[in-house]
């Protein structure tokens, strides 16, 4: 499978606009480059999680993205850096929101979670394949005499 190196995120505030910065690298083996040329599609999700409790890997997911790799065919080894930029509003980023205090009143945490996909491997089964037709006439038997 393909690896994910140099994952990072950066929230920029710019006063009541946050930009979501998510980098990382995407390195393909030669072997996946050569599927790549046979077909085979690669894309990467992107999701924002909030992290409670800090530390942890899993949390509200609030946002989601699925884009395309462009994979070549080719020799040797396949890193393509990635970056994804999308401005959010502070209060749209409050993981704990109370009704009368700001989002800042309490610390946020985040985390990126990067996913790649392989879409296009052959199935585990092949879809069926029938031979022509094929008929037997009809069978008669004689009468035996008893």
Do not use: C, W
């Amino acid at each position: 499978m393909p690896r994910v190196k140099n994952a990072s995120l950066t929230l920029a505030r710019d006063s009541a606009k946050v930009v979501v910065t998510i980098k990382h690298d995407a390195v393909f083996s030669e072997f996946e480059r050569h599927l790549a040329g046979l077909g085979l599609v690669f894309q990467e999700r992107l999701a924002l999680i909030g992290v409670d409790p800090p530390g942890s890997t899993t949390g509200s997911t609030f946002f989601t993205t699925l884009r395309s790799i462009p994979v070549t065919d080719g020799a040797g080894e396949l890193s393509l850096h990635r970056e994804f930029t999308l401005p959010f509003n502070r209060t749209a980023l409050d993981e704990d929101p109370t009704p009368f205090l700001g989002p800042d009143f309490d610390t946020d945490e985040y985390r990126a979670r990067i996913q790649i996909l392989a879409i296009g491997l052959p199935p585990a089964v092949t879809p069926d394949a029938f031979t022509q037709e094929a008929t037997l006439g009809n069978v008669t038997q004689a009468a035996t005499n008893a």
